[in-house]
């Protein structure tokens, strides 16, 4: 039993006033008050206990007065003046020394006199009611307050579809659905396919249409927020968020969640190759503090190696560089730098942005993340992995946002910015920075910025109305969780490479026509590894942006190998593998041996220098288009280029005979269409 329930004793109403041990208090309809034990009431005779009352508030709704017109809101508040009089002889607000008046005196006039007496007064101030009018609305003021005063039918709800035919409602929703992975169209391409959908459905005519007007009106109370004419991208977001309510990610100390992705960087800069293009971006963002715990800068095709290498970056300190002031050294902010050092030495000339060892790490699907070199590498470290739902971009709306907040805050405000998409491309946008330059712009760009900057999202319990950064949120937290490093060895950062197999022969190892040999080969020359799940072959690892040199693995000591590239000496610069490819297809476009290792590394030299001295910007983009043919293109009989020529494009020595197409006349050539 509880305050507001109801019971039935002695054949009248009673509700549950007051509980206090086994004292019951009940009040009837009439307002009188009695205290009976609970035994004796469970034993009365006649007892039954009704509960709460159906549909009847404990409070009035007082908001939603304020959403009737004022007009019924005057009228509803008059008719509780009257009603309270009925009740008690006295109108609201009139003092207690008021006399009453003596036709609603309770105790001269029973209740039905007082309510024809009411209704009988409201007929001469102009009012058309009854008595039985004056007795419904006391019964609905005592259930609901003033809210049960008002006229409802002044409160209905439209329809966002008015009086459309539901056929046709139906109809519009279902193109509308079927439209969902299609390009933006016209509400006109609608209207034509509900058209045969009804008449498929229902027969021809047999379910008029309306007008276009009202059909477009239609069209958009059913399309509201769904961005069926809108960026198809945005409609196909929009459908996929999940059904349920949004939670937010949360974690309580740093390292707990750690959220991972790749994104295209709006930025054009200029390729080891001189060609620029649009670099790709991954970046690790800790969801306890939205700090950035690494970002690796790639070319177009991040690989496993780059996962690996940003997992391995989030346990290094990020180092002080040359010319940065001391103002972005960690001892400058809030963070206990003078307690971490004595637990990591390796803070000693650290940057503005703590270490955070990740515990947990939420991917996508993307075949980076859920490659077998990452997955190997986030459990040699002990790092557990959490993908994200399929087509799900809310199940890391933290990492996704973070990477909206660079290109507004960082991006825009870098030479070569493109837009997020053509519409917002200015005209003659060429690239300024380099791949290299722009990665220590934007490592720069988030100690001093991003980590020093005020999240909305970020704000302590205790301080609920002041936002904080990520570094202040980490000294926060720090203090509470502590700090427990976990140093990485030159051995960890060859395990996070990316590894083949090979056979060790006379002349060393090849790997993509490059032949790698040293000294320390020969006990391996023509010998099986020993691994029978791998066929004997030995296992090698490499770095994709460095092909000067790959680490061999002993399988019978366990101890690396390191064997230069035979050739190494005619590339004055570290290289990539994007770039030997390219050298390759240049010499391969030449007519050349593409697997001539010599060459090729005459190529690269080349490309390492005009990249070094910069591309011709009125070529860039045709070189780039001749660099990426479709098919093999014949070479032509008339020009026969020199070997040692720098220029891809082929001369012609005749000039062919050109037939002009004739100039369209739409008067004339029109009727042939």
């Keep these: 039993m509880r305050v507001g329930d109801q019971v039935r004793l002695d054949e009248r109403l009673h509700t549950v006033v007051g509980l206090s041990g086994t004292l019951v208090r009940l009040a009837d309809e009439a307002g009188r008050a009695s205290l009976v034990l609970l035994p004796h009431l469970l034993a009365a005779e006649g007892f039954e206990f009704l509960g709460q009352r159906d549909g009847s508030p404990v409070v009035a709704p007082f908001a939603l007065l304020d959403t009737v017109p004022p007009l019924e809101a005057e009228k509803a508040t008059a008719w509780e003046q009257h009603l309270l009089e009925l009740e008690s002889g006295r109108q609201s607000g009139i003092g207690a ?19 024809a007496a ?8 102009g009012w058309t009611v009854s008595a039985r009018t004056v007795e419904r609305m006391r019964t609905r003021y005592r259930d609901q307050g003033v809210w049960g005063l008002v006229d409802h039918r002044k409160t209905r709800l439209s329809s966002p579809t008015g009086r459309a035919d539901e056929r046709v409602v139906a109809a519009v929703a279902e193109v509308l659905a079927d439209q969902l992975n299609e390009s933006a169209g016209t509400r006109g391409r609608v209207r034509r396919r509900v ?8 027969g021809a005519g047999v379910v008029p249409m309306p007008s276009k007007t009202t059909f477009y009106r239609l069209v958009e109370a059913v399309s509201a927020g769904t961005h069926a004419f809108g960026s198809a991208a945005s409609r196909r977001s ?16 740093p390292g707990e969640l750690v959220q991972i992705d790749t994104t295209p960087l709006d930025v054009l800069v200029i390729l080891e190759d001189g060609v620029s293009g649009r670099p790709e971006l991954t970046i690790a963002v800790d969801v306890a503090t939205r700090t950035i715990c ?3 800068l790639r070319p177009a095709g991040t690989k496993a ?28 902010t809030l963070i206990p730098h003078a307690r971490l050092l004595d637990i990591d030495a390796r803070l000693e000339q650290a940057a503005a942005k703590p270490v955070i060892v990740p515990e947990t790490i939420g991917i996508d699907h993307g075949k980076v993340f859920v490659s077998d070199a990452f997955i190997a590498a986030c459990r040699s470290l002990g790092v557990s992995v959490q993908p994200s739902r399929p087509a799900t971009p809310t199940d890391k709306a933290i990492v996704e946002r973070t990477f909206s907040s660079i290109n507004t805050l960082f991006c825009q405000h870098v030479s070569g910015y493109t837009g997020s998409n053509t519409d917002r491309r200015g005209a003659g946008v060429e690239a300024v920075w380099t791949l290299a330059e722009l990665d220590d712009l934007l490592q720069e760009w988030i100690v001093a910025c991003w980590q020093q900057r005020p999240h909305d999202g970020l704000r302590s319990p205790f301080l609920p109305g002041r936002s904080m950064s990520p570094n202040d949120a980490y000294a926060l937290l720090v203090a509470r969780t502590g700090y427990v490093p976990l140093p990485l060895s030159g051995l960890d950062y060859l395990e996070l490479l990316p590894a083949v197999w090979r056979s060790v022969n006379d002349y060393g190892i090849r790997i993509d026509h490059r032949t790698y040999n040293c000294p320390e080969l020969a006990p391996l020359r023509r010998q099986p590894s020993g691994l029978a799940a791998k066929g004997g072959l ?13 680490w061999v693995r002993n399988a019978r000591t366990g101890e690396w190998i390191t064997v230069p590239w035979t050739h190494q000496h005619l590339v004055s610069t570290p290289f990539a593998d994007f770039t030997w490819r390219r050298a390759r297809d240049l010499l391969a476009m030449r007519g050349q041996d593409d697997t001539n290792q010599a060459a090729v590394a005459a190529a690269v030299e080349q490309l390492l220098t005009r990249a070094e001295t910069g591309p011709d910007r009125r070529i860039a983009a045709r070189t780039r288009a001749a660099l990426e043919p479709a098919r ?9 280029a020199p070997e040692d020529a720098e220029d891809e494009t082929t001369v012609l020595e005749q000039p062919s005979n050109v037939i002009p197409f004739g100039v369209f006349d739409a008067f004339t050539d029109g009727s042939r269409l």
Aim: hydrophobic fraction near 45%.
């Design 118 to 125: 009411k209704a009988t007064e409201l007929r001469a101030l």
């Design 238 to 253: 929009h459908a996929r968020r999940p059904e349920g309510m949004f939670t937010p990610s949360a974690a309580c100390r």
């Design 305 to 332: 190696v780059d996962a690996s290498l940003l997992l391995a970056k989030m346990l290094v300190p990020e180092p002080l560089r040359p010319g940065w002031p001391e103002a972005l050294a960690l001892s400058a």
């Design 294 to 296: 690494a970002a690796v």
């Design 632 to 640: 093999s293109v014949p070479a032509l009989p008339q020009a026969s």
């Design 97 to 115: 020394g008021a006399g009453l008046r003596p036709e609603y005196d309770p105790a001269l006039h029973t209740l039905e006199e007082r309510i």
């Design 195 to 202: 058209e045969a959908l009804l008449a498929e459905q229902h």
């Design 538 to 550: 030995w296992e090698v690892h490499y770095d994709p942006y460095d092909l000067s040199q790959v």
